[in-house]
RNA sequence: CGGGGUGUAGCGCAGCCUGGUAGCGCGCAUCGUUCGGGACGAUGAGGUCCCGGGUUCAAAUCCCGGCACCCCGACCA
């Protein structure tokens, strides 16, 4: 194609509302505008790299036997009704009426349409199993949009359902889906964690979430070089290390002498200010905070050199939950926050306290179903807020001083223990480009999907669903492959293979040659970008580099002998070569290039 | 939803504090010179200064209200 008959719009300066280098460049390169707020249009080289993921994605889905149909996004509400979630979703879910007033949606998955659809045609076992997918839009009223292309309100998904009569079929349906994960994003050249994710506090059946390693991603992945354990940190297991100093702490067995004692800590509200005040370490001050779960409040307990995850928390209590209110805090616990802490709580007070498993006492470890790991070394006695202004007690012994229900409530981190083996974890941030769920029969049951199984017996279809942002995969590529000149496409989702430069389009020499390259290639079934544009060369070489195809072939000075120059993008030598033989050159370079 | 920031030519920005002629770079158009790493010169087009209200002889500039967009956090089938 020629460049003078194509629209790419590159631009010299960086955007000034990008952040994200993928964004940065998509822009600059010409590959996608912002229309409004998280909502983009995808340029014709922005659409050429979607089209090509696609096609993978395609291929992959297709060699599982999965089925292409397409959907409606525009939902009667009653569906979702049905399924609950018309409900149970928030203002993330874009609602209107049409002109009868009728309650709509647009859909942001397609969980309600699929399972309606199986509901009203699959009727017997013999039916099963299905995989049906879609590349299709979703929408989604994102409160905050960011990154580019990477967290957007309205967005192309594949997505696919499978339907079988039972958990062993789920579980075949599930194990293709990774295979041909693994096979779609080996094929478009990102690096892919595939780690265990929450399924959400609704269903609790297994999850994983494909996450493509890049600063510009939202989600950080907990992972084992030794052994392979990896999980989203909202929900990995760990270890807790960092607790340096504190062994001694742990060596006597012997209760510590008398009650916690009490010490005025004026206007000493934060773990580094007690720590400082007291001289006692964060890992031996107990955190403590107030969550409302519903119009329930709790005491969630963190030791001081750890995080709380909220979303551990809201698994553990089964109900969504917020930071309560200053207010709230004092109703609860009668003190202000800053001093609240698990001992002296209000008599009669229905306060429930959980404690991060870290905190559990070390006689108490272990022999617990379903413990989690705790903490290699814990402290004996912990500072801990009095519930009393400008106080805080010293030597509370958890156990002794106060029994909370425990939980795994922190944020794993670097460095903590693996829970499966032990070797020291690894947090690497990414980009979710994908996610499966073992859905069971939570959308089947309630919509109806039913079929009769060999013995004449109605039973819920068991199903999963699983999910691909084509988009993201963009974005993660090129977080990943870039140099400062622009982007390096993975070969197989590059908008175009060759980038073909004519140096001086008046040339008639150079014109004739280019032609010629261009014909040749194409007739071979290249994907040639042939810039013959009447534009100065330096300028077109900037183009071709921030465009960034595999292979670029410059038809110059050397033109009237019949040779070019090739050179792959992701760099290497510079060579000259005959036209005539630009084939196997361009073969060549294509089988080096990742 | 909390906190912060921005809105001036297609893009990137200055001007605002201290009210009075709207400016710079890039891009764009025409002509000429250039032509292997984002050229140079000349000429030119292009503006509801986000919107509404107020103060003032006079508002891009000061005040009030709104909207949009970005960033941090919260949220995130």
């Known amino acids: 194609m020629r460049a003078t008959a194509l629209f790419m719009p590159t631009v010299k300066e960086d ?38 993921i696609c096609r993978i994605i395609r291929e992959e889905m297709d060699g599982i036997g999965a089925l292409e149909l397409s959907m ?40 309600e349409v699929f399972t309606w659809l199986a509901s009203r045609e699959l009727r017997s076992y013999r039916d099963l199993p299905q995989i049906w997918y879609q590349l299709q839009l979703k929408f989604r009223d994102e409160p905050r949009p960011k990154g580019g292309v990477l967290r957007v309100r309205e967005f192309l998904m594949k997505d696919s359902y499978s339907f079988d009569l039972d958990d062993a079929g789920l579980e075949e349906s599930y194990a293709k889906h990774i295979g041909a994960y693994d096979h779609i994003f080996q094929r478009c050249g990102i690096d892919i964690y595939r780690v265990e994710s929450d399924s959400g506090f609704m269903g609790g059946a297994q999850a994983h979430e494909y996450i493509s390693p890049s600063p510009a991603g939202e989600d950080r992945i907990a992972l084992c070089e030794a052994c392979g354990y990896a999980a989203n940190v909202e929900l990995a297991r760990s270890v807790a290390g960092g607790t340096d100093g504190l062994e001694a702490l742990l060596k006597s067995d012997e209760e510590p002498e008398g009650p916690p004692r009490e010490v005025a800590t004026p206007e000493t509200r934060t773990i580094d200010e007690v720590s400082g005040l007291l001289g006692v370490l964060p890992a031996a001050i107990i955190k403590a905070l107030v969550y409302m779960a519903g119009d329930q409040p709790v005491m969630a307990l963190v030791r001081g050199d750890h995080d709380l995850h909220e979303s551990k928390l809201a698994r553990y209590l089964r109900s969504e939950v917020r930071a309560a209110l200053p207010e709230e805090v004092l109703a609860a616990t009668g003190c202000e926050v800053g001093f609240v802490g698990p001992v002296g709580l209000p008599e009669g007070g229905r306060l429930r306290v959980v404690a991060d498993e870290s905190l559990r006492p070390a006689t108490q470890c272990g022999g617990e179903d379903g413990a989690t790991p705790g903490s290699l070394a814990r402290p004996r006695e912990y500072a801990a807020g009095a519930n009393k202004p400008h106080t805080h007690l010293v030597g509370v012994v958890v156990g002794r001083d106060f029994q909370p229900e425990f939980a795994d409530l922190r ?67 090129v977080e990943q492959s870039n140099d400062e000149r622009g982007i390096v496409w993975p070969k197989a989702i590059a908008p175009f293979d060759v980038h073909l430069v004519q140096v001086q389009v008046k040339d008639a020499a150079q014109s004739e040659v280019a032609a010629a390259v261009h014909d040749a290639l194409s007739a071979e079934g290249w994907e040639v970008l042939w810039d013959d544009r009447d534009e100065r060369p330096g300028f077109k ?10 292979v670029r072939v410059t038809v110059g000075k050397k033109a009237a002998q019949g040779v070019v120059e090739i050179e792959a993008r992701r760099g290497g030598a510079r060579e000259e070569i005959p036209a005539v033989d630009c084939g196997s050159h361009v073969r060549r370079l294509w089988e080096a290039a990742s």
């Open 541 to 550: 070489f900037a183009d071709a580099e921030l465009i960034g195809c595999p």
């Open 72 to 111: 409606p996004t525009l939902h009667p509400a009653d569906v979702w009704q049905a399924s609950g979630r018309y409900d149970a979703i928030g203002q993330e879910m874009f609602r209107l009426q049409d002109r009868g007033g009728r309650d709509m949606v647009l859909a942001m998955t397609h969980e």
């Open 411 to 477: 944020e794993a981190r670097a460095g903590d223990g693996c829970p499966q083996c032990g070797q020291p974890l690894r947090i690497e941030q990414g980009i979710e480009v994908a996610n499966i769920f073992k859905l069971g029969t939570k959308y089947s049951t309630p919509l109806g999907a039913t079929v009769l199984d060999e013995g004449g017996k109605e039973r819920p279809i068991v199903m999963g669903s699983y999910g691909i942002g084509p988009a993201r995969i963009a974005a993660a590529a």
């Open 15 to 52: 955007p000034a509302d990008a952040e994200a280098v993928s964004h940065k460049l998509m822009v600059r390169g010409g590959f996608v505008r912002q229309f409004a707020s998280g909502i983009y249009v995808m340029l014709p080289l922005g659409w050429r790299v979607m089209q090509r």
